[in-house]
């Protein structure tokens, strides 16, 4: 049996003065094969609502589920080596890509249309990398310094030949159009990239209402003051970060982090409120 996961998770979301709900969805999903992160912004011109978010990681862990079983049949017959390649099953990027394209594929049968920026992480706890997916603009980082790294590409229409996002960028229109999406009319292409990681660093999962449109000191009020409501004219989209970490450690800024989620448990689902879903395996 796997040691249980150490993941520690702290989550705040707001909803944008200029929004008739919010479209920020992020949900967690904390299995044997380690965890898999994930935030949906859903586009404000896009009819979907966050169904399209909650249906595409129920999906998903569906996919994980029939995985996970297969594999338990796969034992009763093989050594244990087999179990250790299990283990490191998603460190291959074709593996992750086939259940990913798995779960938006079911998505897109079920719900025919919608336009999101997507963004995942998967991390297993005996991993020191990261493997990410991202299409849009939402964003990756990591907490150094009592400051965010942002670190994930960004695909817009202010930087449409793949380079770096500038904070200059912010105010041009065109940052508005996604040149990469998850969109349930065409193909999903999100770009892969990896991040060698430690067990003590502080993952921080934002929507472009939060690492775009805050600067660091708004950034840190917004983490810190979780019951404390911001208000300005800078929270016009809705806003939204999700830090996660394995480490048991505190983490050097004053986040919270104090909630566990472990695994293996009795399959728990639990919409902590109607922007988080966590799924335990």
Known sequence: ???????????????GSERIE???????IDSDLGTWIFVIDVSTSSTATTKLAKRFSEHFHTCLQDLLKSSGQLFAE???QEKLL????????????????KAFSATKKELKIGVASFLSLYRNDRSNRAYCFCAGDCSLGLLKNNSIQWVSPVHTGANPMGNGFENSMYLAPERHILTKSLNLRRNFEPEAFELETSCEDVFVIA???FWMALNEVQQQSFINDSEVGIEGKYLVDDTSALLVTWSALEPEF???????????????T???????????N
Not at 270 to 280: G, K, M, R, S
């Open 1 to 15: 049996m796997n040691e249980p996961s150490s993941l520690k998770w702290s989550h705040r979301t707001q909803q």
């Open 22 to 28: 919010n479209k920020d969805c992020f949900s967690i």
């Open 78 to 80: 093989n050594t244990s």
């Open 86 to 101: 299990l283990d490191s099953y998603f460190e291959e990027e074709a593996n992750r890509k086939l259940i990913i394209q």
């Open 207 to 209: 929507t472009d209402g």
């Open 254 to 268: 004053d986040c919270n982090l104090s909630i566990k989620l472990r695994s293996p448990l009795k399959q728990l």
């Open 270 to 280: 639990a919409q902590i409120n109607d922007n988080l879903l966590v799924i335990n």
